[in-house]
């Protein structure tokens, strides 16, 4: 059967906090921690930062190589971090991977890409942090390559004034192209989940 696409409604649904894919978010997140420290990899100050990173190139890989930002595309890389938090890929899989169907993984995929500050504080800062280092480099490889880099695509989505600014990289350099694309109606989109996870949550 084929897969009936999603409308412009479909896609603002799933921009909003969702309470019931919330909870199991938490949930793998507290396992994922959990695993960290009862391994010794980390200490369980860390944690956070840890897995924010690794949420952060989780998706970047997902992304790249798209002309611009793909929503779709962010989701699924959400959907596969979670499922690496449960041990997809691994002879350690979790129980809750039982009640991770389709469905469920798509609708917390679309949760965690949505409201990545909330379950990772840090998660503006890492990423800008990241995107920085991007944009730093000595050689003009990666901004010639801009178009298709997962960082630069998941910064301009979810920073403020990115796009411009790697534009105005771009042109500083001799490269007469925009790059970081993210459509307009994804960014109205993800102002709107801001408010509704705000309503959730009480943050003002």
């Known amino acids: 059967m084929r897969k009936k696409l999603k409308t412009d409604e479909d896609r603002d649904l799933d921009a909003m906090f969702n309470p019931v894919a919330h909870e199991m978010v938490r949930k793998v997140i507290d396992i994922a921690e ?3 420290t009862s391994g010794g990899i980390c200490d369980h100050r860390d944690t956070e930062e840890i897995l924010c990173r690794v949420y952060i190139e989780t ?3 997902i992304i790249k190589g798209a002309s611009w930002f793909m929503q779709g595309e ?4 959400a959907e596969y971090f979670l499922l690496k938090c449960l041990g ?9 991977m039982k009640r991770m169907n389709a469905t469920r993984s798509n609708a917390c995929g679309n949760q ?8 990772f504080p840090r998660f503006h800062a890492i990423l800008t942090q990241r995107y920085i280092e991007e944009l730093q480099q ?3 490889a990666v901004l010639i390559g801009a178009s298709w880099n997962g960082i630069f695509h998941l910064a ?11 534009n105005r990289e771009l042109r500083r350099r001799g490269l007469d192209y925009d790059a970081a694309i993210v459509p307009t109606k994804h960014l109205e989109r993800q102002m709107r989940a801001l408010g509704s996870h705000r309503r959730q949550i009480g943050d003002t």
């Open 59 to 61: 998706v970047a890989d």
């Open 138 to 140: 000595p050689d003009d």
């Open 34 to 36: 959990d695993r960290l």
């Open 156 to 166: 301009a989505a979810k920073l403020p004034g990115v796009k411009e600014q790697i």
């Open 112 to 119: 965690l890409s949505f409201h990545s500050h909330y379950y």
């Open 74 to 77: 962010a989701t699924a890389g």
């Open 88 to 96: 997809s890929g691994t002879d350690r899989l979790h129980p809750l």
